[in-house]
């Protein structure tokens, strides 16, 4: 059994960031929603359970599902968010755990945007939160996925807020800073994180 550190945070406090400065450390990285996306690609089980649950209307002209109407429909329809997740989490875990067992370095990071939100903290031995005040989240998430303010404001409404996820956080990054003092934090993160690995994996 490995040592895991979930990694989550809001949407675009800048996750993929702070994984991938993990990732150059040698760190294997475990992404649940790079999972979840290979989970929805077409003729999949999880693809087919999606379809027939919401129809042919959310995918495209080939029937690749169009994952920008999937996800404006779960962020204004909370059954179907309900829906979506109890086909996707239940595998999502699965794959996670099954990847960990197969990683060879010290310890390993699942990146699990809803880890709180999709109870999933039982997944990891300590938690890590990304963190940005939500003036500057909402800002970065219009300008990157090109939403308007009321799109974009529904999708932090449908996440867990700051206190919440702060309420489990056995570390934290503030984000606001130059990416100098990003890589600064995570060097000390990845020599504190490679010493408790080791005395957890010496207790198991």
């Known amino acids: 059994m490995h040592f895991r550190v979930g990694l989550t945070g809001g949407v675009a406090c ?12 040698g760190v294997t990285i475990i992404d649940a929603d790079v999972i979840a996306r290979k989970l929805l690609e077409k003729d999949t089980d999880c693809y087919k359970q999606v379809i027939e649950l919401f129809g042919t209307d959310i995918t495209f002209s ?14 204004s329809d909370a059954t179907a968010k309900h829906q979506l ?11 996670m755990l099954a990847l960990a067992e197969t990683s060879e370095t010290a310890y ?16 990891v031995d300590r938690i890590l939160v990304i ?3 939500e003036a500057t989240q909402l800002e970065r998430l219009i ?17 867990a807020t700051r206190q919440q996820r702060m309420q489990v956080a056995n570390d934290l990054i503030d984000n606001q ?4 003092s990003l890589k600064d934090k995570v060097e000390q993160l990845h020599h504190f994180y490679r010493e408790l690995a080791l005395k957890y994996n010496a207790s198991c």
Do not use: W, Y
């Open 14 to 25: 800048g996750k993929s960031t702070v994984s991938q400065l993990f990732s150059e450390l």
């Open 62 to 75: 080939d029937g690749e599902i169009n994952r920008a109407l999937l996800r404006d429909l779960v962020f």
């Open 85 to 95: 997740e109890k086909i996707l989490h239940p595998e999502v875990r699965e794959q």
């Open 108 to 123: 390993c990071i699942f990146v699990v945007p809803l880890l709180v939100e999709a109870d999933m903290l039982d997944l």
């Open 131 to 133: 963190d940005i005040p």
């Open 143 to 159: 300008k990157r996925d090109k939403l308007t303010k009321t799109q974009a404001q529904n999708i932090l409404n449908n996440q």
């Open 177 to 180: 800073n130059d990416i100098n």
